[in-house]
């Protein structure tokens, strides 16, 4: 592989990252504003609290693992894997104990666990090739 | 280098991975405990973000399969249940083909448990499925089989029963004074001791007296109140406490060894042990009912503010009806969810293994805080309704720890009960 298609392969794999983390955060980051503008709007305090609770669990790690990605590579790059990992453990015991229809199953995957995992495998292959060679 | 590296690397992976296949999936109490009580934070982390899962209402599915022993031949007449995470139970009986079937099952995820007088219970096991079935809305799950072995009741050998010397043991009760003499025993196998406790005998008189089993649910010495009286009263008392908290099973059987003890003459000259009478209460009915199912030959029990149903338990819990005292919780919740570890809810719960029992004289007071007396109704129900004959008392304003005044009127309801069953 010449050196150009390896950094153009690097280019890519780091943008790929970048858009389905950035595209994950504030998806998850308007989903829950909404939830909590909604609250603070009808008085409905258990509205907020729900609303800061997923901004808190689905919003803020992709945020803080998107700093660290820019920040310090492989630090990030192991957030955004345990954050997904832990989604994966959160869910799957939900999943395992209670009925969850396919399509909420297949919301979920999309929308939550395989955003952080996704991002972190893309980070860390080109991280680990950009320290290789 | 590299690649021994990488033959290391991937032998760790594998022990780890191994490591967490078997904790997530084993019923080894300990290891079992610690991951039910993780799931249960986790469940309610996920329920505080998603929203509770069983607010849902899809279509009722169903659930069916087949239960045989264990050389395949179908077992008639089991009794069948599948429970909800919360508790809420599902109960049918196997017919005469052996094959069963749980209809309007709301869908989840199911560990169907099976229970027949001379078996062991069964449950199901898939462990590549984690130990499940899932029942889809408006579809049935076929195949649940389960398989039923019979009961080992094997009964821990002894080789030597040492009686100590003869006390006299008082109890005052306001005007009454009861009196009775009081031996020590100890069942011995190679020096070890497999079970010990007290005997109280009537101070005058030959008998041969009626036995009376009291488990209690404190050391011996502290609880005085139970077997003295009664003793006075012309009956030949085994008292015990099952000290091993949890061993349920270890401590039936230790008991079990003194009936055969006590048969034999060791323990008392006195006893009639074809006459047999067995009393626990509150955390000591589960032994109650687990020795009533493991043993024949005896004619009568009761049982004082005792558990019928873990699974009703579980459900008030779940609910916030029922607070359970003394880290009880903490328990229950290690017990597991039981849609997916519902074994010892259903090993423990007497109101899904009614055959064979005893008469059956159940006493609970209706300010009972830790065991609402709801648990004795519903069993009385079952035995009401399967014919089998018992007594109900529930008493006003008793509590489940009971004091010196109820201590009489406690007192006059067991020996009217036994004198009924074994005179």
């Keep these: 592989m010449s050196e150009k298609v390896q950094k153009d392969y690097h280019r890519w794999l780091r943008r790929l990252g970048w858009v389905i983390l950035l595209l994950a955060a504030s998806f998850w980051t308007l989903f829950t504003g909404a939830e909590m503008v909604s609250g603070l709007v009808s008085g409905e305090a258990a509205s907020l609290r729900g609303g800061l609770l ?80 | 280098m590299a690649k021994v590296r990488r033959v290391v690397w991937v032998v760790i992976m594998g022990v780890c991975l191994w490591i967490a296949a078997w904790a997530g999936t084993t019923d080894y109490v300990p290891v079992a405990a610690l991951r039910h009580t993780a799931e249960y934070r986790l469940i309610q982390w996920g329920n505080a973000l998603w929203g509770d899962p069983l607010a849902e209402h899809y279509l009722p599915g169903a659930l069916s399969g087949l239960v045989r022993d264990a050389a395949g031949q179908p077992v008639a007449g089991a009794t069948v249940l599948v429970s909800s995470p919360v508790g809420d139970t599902f109960v049918t009986k196997s017919d005469a083909t052996g094959h069963y079937r749980l209809p309007d099952l709301p869908p989840g995820f199911y560990r169907p448990v099976a229970a027949h007088r001379g078996y062991a219970d069964a449950i199901y096991r898939a462990p590549l499925r984690l130990n499940t079935v899932l029942v889809r809305p408006g579809r049935e799950t076929t195949g649940a089989n389960l398989t039923m072995v019979a009961e080992d009741l094997t009964i821990p050998a002894f080789d030597a029963v040492e009686m100590g010397l003869a006390e006299e043991a ?179 719960s007497v109101r899904y293994h009614l055959e064979g029992l005893p008469p059956l004289c159940l006493i609970h007071g209706t300010a009972d805080g830790f065991v609402p007396h709801s648990q004795s109704e519903l069993l009385a129900g079952e035995l009401a309704a399967r014919g089998m004959p018992y007594e109900l008392h529930l008493v006003p304003g008793l509590a489940h720890y009971f004091t010196g005044k109820e201590t009489t009127l406690l007192l006059r309801i067991t020996m009217d009960f036994f004198e009924q069953y074994l005179r």
Excluded at chain 1, 101 to 122: D, F, I, Q, Y
Excluded at chain 2, 215 to 230: K, N, Q, S, T
Excluded at chain 2, 340 to 345: E, F, I, K, S
């Design chain 1, 54 to 133: 997923e901004f808190a669990v689905f919003a803020a790690p992709l945020w803080l693992g998107a700093i660290l990605v820019w920040r310090w590579p492989p630090v990030g790059v192991a957030w955004l894997l345990l954050d997904g990992v832990a989604l994966v453990v959160l869910f799957g015991v939900r999943a395992l104990t209670f009925y969850v229809p396919p399509a909420g199953l297949a919301m979920t995957a999309l929308t939550l666990v395989l955003p952080p995992l996704a991002a972190g495998v893309l980070f860390l292959v080109d991280w680990r090739r950009g320290r290789i060679h």
């Design chain 2, 170 to 348: 008082v109890h005052q009760e306001g005007d009454d004074l009861y009196q009775a003499r009081r031996r020590t025993y100890r069942l011995l196998r190679s020096e070890a001791v497999i079970g010990e406790g007290y005997v109280y005998e009537p101070v005058t008189g030959e008998g041969p007296w009626p036995t009376l089993l009291v488990i209690l649910p404190g050391p011996v010495l502290a609880w005085e109140v139970v077997p003295v009286p009664l003793a006075a009263q012309g009956f030949v008392v085994v008292a015990v406490y099952p000290a091993r908290k949890m061993d349920i099973a270890g401590e039936v059987d230790s008991m079990r060894a003194a009936l055969v003890a006590l048969r034999a003459g060791w323990l008392s000259t006195r006893a009639d042990a074809t006459r047999i009478g067995v009393l626990g209460g509150s955390f000591t009915s589960l032994h109650v009912y687990n020795l009533l199912q493991r043993e024949d030959g005896i004619n009568a029990a009761l049982v004082l503010g005792g558990v019928a149903d873990g699974f009703r338990i579980r459900r008030q819990f779940e609910d916030g009806t029922l607070i359970p005292a003394h880290g009880f919780d903490k328990v229950l919740i290690g017990l597991g969810l039981p849609n997916r570890a519902p074994q010892l809810y259903f090993r423990y």
